[in-house]
């Protein structure tokens, strides 16, 4: 039996969202906030699906805290990019807050090289 008001999709400790050869999300909650794993690379169809994710977490669930787990990431492209800028615009825009976590040397780079690390808060956890 799930808690009132509890959404589906962040009750179990972790929850898989999309699962392909190349490209994985998981969802789970830590301190408060809804976390996403997101693993592989981050490719335009990739990117789409996420976008669609984080969008009902946003909106349709009304998460305002949402940690994206960067430790699996390979690399992303700059579908990548608007896809964390609109998550961050929408968080923003109802008082919440999108924070990076725990990306690779290479993704921090990435991060570095399109000025994302300047606009979006990383974590190292």
Do not use: K, W
Not at 50 to 67: K, S
């Amino acid at each position: 039996m799930s808690a009132p008001g509890v959404p589906s999709l962040i009750r179990r400790s972790s929850v898989a969202l999309v699962d392909h050869d190349r490209f994985s999300l998981t969802c789970s909650r830590a301190l408060g906030a809804v976390v996403v794993r997101v693993e592989g690379d981050l490719d335009a169809a990739a990117a789409g699906e996420l976008q669609t994710h984080l969008a009902e977490l946003i909106e349709g669930q009304g998460n305002l805290d949402i940690i994206l787990d960067l430790s699996g990431l390979t690399s992303f492209d700059a579908t990548g990019v608007e896809v964390f800028l609109d998550a961050l615009g929408r968080l923003r825009q109802r008082g919440g807050e999108l924070t990076l976590s725990a990306p690779s040397p290479v993704v921090g780079s990435l991060l570095e090289r399109t000025g994302l690390n300047r606009q979006l808060p990383i974590t190292r956890l």
